[in-house]
């Protein structure tokens, strides 16, 4: 299954539906539209990104349902290693008495019953640290005639929201996993969340397929370095124990294991793990000369990859080029200034280094493969020849 960052939530519409998609199953797709809708319907007269009619939004008819049909659009699964606000702008018409719901998996994290006036607003959610898969949902009431309700302008931005409108808690996500009381973020006590709270791990039983899966639900491709009960006792719940995986799962409550909260467990013998946190991979470019300039790949999990341009700045250009050898740095860099490699992953996003850092892998990054970027994005680089 394939991760993404939080960018891939950013969307305005214009130029399609971003990476956001419909659902195959029973539930209705919403439409993409500029300008007034026709027929009667109670929608917006203009989109919110430019505030006229040639820009475009999205929305669910709801006025030609059956009560109780739902329309769905839903995110790719995707990865955050740290908190973040999701934004959007959201159009119901006066008499919209149709519940709208904003899901994460099956976790409600937002209710919109009403609207005061028929015009765009603002909604900003504050969502927790791990996977996510975000879903918009407007159900058909009772009497929907004349019913439009309209998204514009979603935006994931990393942080808490600068504002905090009126909106319920924040809940947490079921299953969602969490490491406390490591030296880095890359290690620590093992917790995780089940209903409404967090709780332990017990370590009798546990072993390395386990800990792999757990590094893989945060993020670590690589998997686990090492496990046991190296970052001391936790308290309250002890959730699981007698976890077995068989290594093809991708959350650690997807392994069998005892019911929640049977064990005979002490917190002495919680589990922590340490997960593999890359800080050294190879360097080379392609497509140009193969020495001075060309597009950048690097290795990871022993594949060669290349790296996108969003978030790319001069600072890890430079770090690029004295890496491989050019003490002077980089004279430029650009997408598409070479040949993309269609067949290649992507192993990284988001790339910000400080410019004295020895290796890529020592910048800030997405995690790896986790980049939402397409190949006509591969950066390629320029580096500066001579002493």
Same mark, same amino acid.
């Given at each position: 299954?394939?991760?993404?960052?939080?960018?891939?939530? =950013?969307?305005?519409?214009? %130029?399609?539906?971003?990476?956001?998609?419909?659902?195959?199953?029973? +539930?209705?797709?919403?439409? @993409?539209?500029?300008?007034?809708?026709? =027929?009667?319907?109670?929608?917006?007269?203009?989109?919110?990104? !430019?505030?006229?009619?040639?820009? !475009?939004?999205?929305?669910?008819?709801?006025?030609?349902?059956?009560?109780? =049909?739902?329309?769905?659009?839903?995110?790719?699964?995707?990865?955050?290693?740290?908190?973040?606000?999701?934004?959007?702008?959201?159009?119901?018409?006066?008499?919209?008495?149709?519940?709208?719901?904003?899901?994460?998996?099956?976790?409600?994290?937002?209710?919109?019953?009403?609207?005061?006036?028929?015009?765009?607003?603002?909604?900003?959610?504050?969502?927790?640290?791990?996977?996510?898969? #975000?879903?918009?949902?407007?159900?058909?009431?009772?009497?929907?005639?004349?019913?439009?309700?309209?998204?514009?302008?979603?935006?994931?931005?990393?942080?808490?929201?600068?504002?905090?409108?009126?909106?319920?808690?924040?809940?947490?996500?079921?299953?969602?996993?969490?490491?406390?009381?490591?030296?880095?973020?890359?290690?620590?006590?093992?917790? *995780? !969340?089940?209903?409404?709270?967090?709780?332990?791990?017990?370590?009798?039983?546990?072993?390395? *397929?386990?800990?792999?899966?757990?590094?893989?639900?945060?993020?670590?491709?690589?998997? /686990?370095?090492?496990?046991?009960?190296?970052?001391? /006792?936790?308290?309250?719940?002890?959730?699981?124990?007698?976890?077995?995986?068989?290594?093809?799962?991708?959350?650690?409550?997807?392994?069998?294991?005892? %019911?929640?909260?049977?064990?005979?467990?002490?917190? @002495?013998?919680?589990?922590?793990?340490?997960?593999? +946190?890359?800080?050294?991979?190879?360097?080379?470019?392609?497509?140009?000369? @193969?020495?001075? !300039?060309?597009? #950048?790949?690097?290795?990871? /999990?022993?594949?060669?990859?290349?790296?996108?341009?969003?978030?790319?700045?001069?600072?890890?250009?430079?770090?690029?080029?004295?890496?491989?050898?050019?003490?002077?740095? /980089?004279?430029?860099? =650009?997408?598409?200034?070479? %040949?993309?490699?269609?067949?290649?992953?992507?192993?990284?996003?988001?790339?910000?280094?400080?410019? %004295?850092?020895?290796?890529?892998?020592?910048?800030?990054?997405?995690?790896?493969?986790?980049?939402?970027?397409?190949?006509?994005?591969?950066?390629?680089?320029?580096?500066?020849?001579?002493?």
């Amino acid at each position: 299954m394939f991760l993404v960052n939080i960018d891939s939530l =950013n969307c305005t519409f214009q %130029d399609g539906f971003c990476e956001w998609q419909g659902t195959n199953g029973t +539930d209705y797709n919403w439409q @993409r539209h500029r300008g007034s809708i026709s =027929n009667g319907k109670m929608g917006p007269n203009f989109d919110h990104t !430019y505030r006229n009619s040639s820009g !475009y939004y999205i929305y669910a008819n709801i006025s030609d349902a059956l009560q109780g =049909n739902r329309f769905t659009i839903g995110s790719p699964l995707i990865y955050s290693s740290s908190p973040f606000c999701l934004k959007f702008w959201y159009y119901r018409s006066r008499n919209t008495i149709s519940p709208f719901y904003v899901y994460d998996y099956s976790t409600i994290l937002h209710t919109i019953r009403i609207s005061s006036e028929s015009s765009w607003h603002l909604r900003q959610i504050d969502i927790t640290s791990g996977l996510h898969k #975000i879903r918009f949902v407007a159900v058909s009431g009772r009497n929907s005639t004349g019913d439009i309700i309209a998204l514009d302008d979603l935006s994931a931005v990393p942080g808490r929201c600068a504002i905090s409108p009126t909106l319920p808690p924040m809940q947490e996500i079921e299953g969602q996993i969490r490491l406390v009381n490591g030296r880095t973020y890359a290690s620590g006590r093992l917790e *995780i !969340y089940h209903d409404n709270v967090w709780g332990t791990i017990c370590g009798k039983g546990f072993h390395r *397929i386990n800990a792999n899966v757990a590094c893989v639900q945060l993020g670590f491709y690589l998997g /686990a370095l090492s496990f046991g009960n190296n970052y001391g /006792a936790g308290s309250g719940k002890i959730w699981l124990d007698n976890i077995s995986c068989r290594g093809n799962e991708f959350q650690l409550w997807h392994c069998s294991s005892s %019911d929640w909260g049977n064990n005979n467990c002490s917190h @002495r013998e919680d589990v922590g793990v340490t997960c593999a +946190d890359v800080k050294h991979v190879e360097t080379r470019l392609i497509g140009g000369n @193969r020495y001075s !300039y060309g597009r #950048i790949q690097v290795r990871y /999990a022993n594949i060669w990859g290349t790296v996108c341009q969003r978030g790319f700045t001069m600072s890890a250009a430079h770090v690029v080029c004295k890496q491989l050898g050019f003490s002077r740095g /980089a004279a430029s860099f =650009n997408a598409g200034a070479f %040949d993309e490699s269609e067949n290649s992953t992507i192993w990284l996003s988001n790339v910000n280094c400080r410019g %004295d850092e020895s290796n890529l892998a020592q910048c800030s990054h997405s995690y790896w493969g986790y980049t939402g970027c397409s190949h006509n994005e591969e950066v390629g680089i320029v580096c500066i020849r001579g002493m």
